[in-house]
């Protein structure tokens, strides 16, 4: 991550910032959006879009491993589309009798198909320590079922000179 807390992707050797979830400065009730497309964020995926709105809704005391924070809470809602790679499987089945041997070899070419769903983000962002101390990612598909839940806590920090 970058500096403010961007996620850069290398493509074909240079940086590209992909997505900048914070908006600085912070204050109660900003509110923002991003939209963003990036290209082959894994093997799965032709590309994934994303459009998401962000909210500062104010600021909480939160309990992590890492100690007890006084954090502002901001929430992210948004859609995103995804298109898979085009690929091909292939399946291969042999029947052995006294006979001989049948082999049957089927192959399946898909198309890139596209994926919609609802993404919601929770960020805990501490001024003093300058990040997030805790992030909440859930992904919906389009039928409103989630489908992922990511959560990270900062378990120990430690300020420099």
């Known amino acids: 991550m970058g500096a403010d807390w961007s996620r850069v992707r290398a493509v074909n050797g240079k940086e ?19 939209n963003y497309t ?3 964020p894994d093997s799965r995926k032709r590309f994934e879009q994303r ?10 005391t939160i ?12 929430e992210g809602e948004g859609h995103w589309t995804a298109e898979l790679e085009p690929n ?6 042999a029947n052995v009798t006294q006979d ?7 192959a399946n070419k898909t198309q890139g198909e596209l994926f919609t769903g609802r993404t919601y ?10 990040r997030f101390v805790k992030s909440i990612e859930e992904s919906y598909n389009n039928h ?11 378990e120990a920090y430690k300020f420099s000179d």
């Open 16 to 34: 590209i910032v992909v997505n900048r979830p914070l908006s600085f400065p912070l204050s109660v009730g900003k509110t923002w959006s991003i």
């Open 38 to 40: 990036e290209m082959h």
């Open 51 to 60: 459009e998401i709105k962000y909210t500062v809704l104010g600021y909480e």
């Open 63 to 74: 309990e992590l491993p890492a100690g007890k924070f006084k954090a502002l809470k901001i």
């Open 88 to 93: 091909q499987t292939v399946v291969q089945t």
């Open 100 to 106: 001989g041997t049948t082999m049957v070899t089927q």
């Open 121 to 130: 983000l929770a960020l805990w962002y501490v001024p003093e320590v300058k």
């Open 144 to 154: 409103g079922v989630r489908n992922s839940r990511e959560t990270v806590e900062l």
